[in-house]
């Protein structure tokens, strides 16, 4: 598994941006994919997974109705569509895999990217 995200820069506050997360491995279909955050000086956070196999998601509360994680089965990607951004919302992006079915727990993901920077300036 080689996790690549992109798709982060600047953006004002209200704006949006769609981060992608490609695994050059192409072993997505045996996985759970979760997109995890943080912000400087905190602990990195549950954003948003999905199970490859079914399409089911999970989203944290801080983000649900504004965020949306989807895939690509033909690219072996997965992407993380994040609408109305909020300067809170500032934060390395991380994608993540594990076996099977996802968990909003960081600890259960052995597989991570290197991350995108998101900054939402107010």
């Known amino acids: 598994v080689h996790l690549v995200e992109s798709g982060g820069g600047l953006v004002q506050a209200g704006g949006s941006l769609k981060l992608s997360c490609v695994d050059s491995?192409?072993?997505?279909?045996?996985?759970?994919m979760g997109w995890f955050r943080q912000a400087s000086g905190k602990e990195r956070e549950f954003v948003a997974a999905?199970?490859?196999?079914?399409?089911?998601?999970r989203y944290a509360d801080s983000v649900k109705g504004r965020f949306s994680i989807s895939r690509d089965t033909g690219k072996n990607t997965v992407y993380l569509q994040m609408d109305s951004l909020e300067h809170e919302d500032t934060a390395v992006y991380y994608c993540?895999?594990?076996?099977?079915?996802?968990?909003?727990?960081?600890?259960?993901?052995?597989?991570w990217g290197k991350g995108t920077l998101v900054t939402v300036s107010s």
């Open positions: 993540a895999a594990r076996t099977l079915v996802f968990t909003q727990n960081r600890g259960d993901y052995p597989y």
């Open positions: 999905i199970n490859w196999s079914n399409g089911i998601t």
């Open positions: 491995g192409r072993t997505f279909s045996s996985l759970a």
